[in-house]
């Protein structure tokens, strides 16, 4: 990895953090559902000039159209549309630190997937690494679950399902979206998934007179750079890093939503998110053969 690509990648870790700032900003005002379509319709906008130049050489060289349009509507709702709603609704009620941690157990989930649908084996370490990061949810949690349990404990679970849905969807995709282009899959998902939430957020009765400046910029900020943007700086890793590297992302970005959290929104730190964090990147680690690699 060159000094550009790692600078590429504190950039992506620092731009993905910052998701969770903007999430926790807007999601109280705007509620879950909203921040989440938004999201997700001013990405595919973003993207809309890659999407058509990338489309226009690769679509008519596809045969089966059809197929392709329905697998990418699969990994559009999967990794895009529900995880967006789980993350904006636990914005409202936990803090944009813990949130970022616990989005640190997608690979955990991809690899848990993996065994299902490409018939992947663990080792004992990947297994140790399975149950580990998973201790480390409920050691990081749990400082929150000792106040108001229903919210907190409803909103862990959905972080916990978003990621969830991240791991079966980048599974999904090695099986099914083979040889598409990396940047036909972000875009292309990005705009069928504003195509099917697009009606439901022109009936939603927004508070438009009561929403902040704040809210708002955060809300474009969200949709513009930590989606659209950052998919463009992800997927060019990927092109010249190779997708494990491009991946070691996802245990940066903890350190970016935390800080962020501590800076911008005062949001208290404690003892047990670092031993839960700790135990989530080592599980991690652990799962994903990165020790082994480094032998």
């Not at 990081?140 to 000792?146: A, D, I, N, T, V």
């Not at 990621?163 to 990396?182: D, E, H, I, Q």
């Not at 494990?244 to 940066?252: I, Q, R």
Request: aromatic share 12%; hydrophobic share 55%; proline share 4%.
């Amino acid at each position: 990895m060159t000094a550009k690509n790692f600078a590429e990648l504190l950039l992506l870790s620092a731009i993905w953090g910052a998701s969770f700032l903007f999430m926790r900003i807007s999601a109280p005002e705007m509620g879950a559902l909203p921040v989440a379509f938004l999201r997700i319709i001013i990405a595919a906008l973003t993207l809309a000039p890659l999407l058509y130049l990338v489309a226009r050489k690769y679509l008519p060289e596809v045969e089966d159209k059809r197929r392709l349009l329905l697998h990418l509507t699969a990994v559009g709702i999967g990794n895009s549309i529900i995880p967006f709603i789980f993350f904006s609704y636990a914005a409202i009620n936990i803090d944009a630190g813990l949130s970022s941690i616990i989005n640190a157990t997608t690979p955990l989930w991809g690899a848990l997937f993996g065994l299902v649908i490409l018939n992947t084996r663990l080792n004992r370490l990947g297994w140790l690494g399975l149950f580990t990061g998973f201790i480390g949810v409920f050691v990081l949690s749990s400082h929150k679950l000792s106040g108001d349990m229903d919210s907190a404990l409803l909103s862990i679970l959905a972080v916990v399902a978003a990621t969830c849905m991240y791991g079966l969807s980048a599974n999904y995709s090695k099986r099914f979206l083979v040889g598409v282009p990396p940047m036909m899959v972000a875009a292309g998902t990005m705009a069928i998934s504003a195509v099917l939430v697009s009606p439901a957020l022109f009936v939603m009765d927004l508070p438009f007179a009561t929403i902040s400046n704040a809210a708002w910029s955060a809300q474009i900020a969200l949709g513009a750079v930590c989606t659209g943007i950052a998919y463009v700086i992800f997927y060019r890793l990927i092109e010249h890093t190779g997708p494990t590297k491009a991946m070691t992302v996802t245990y940066l970005i903890p350190i970016f939503g935390v800080l962020f959290g501590y800076l911008f929104l005062q949001e208290a730190l404690h003892l047990n998110m670092l031993f839960g964090g700790i135990l989530i990147l080592f599980g991690v680690m652990l799962t994903t053969g990165l020790f082994n690699k480094q032998k």
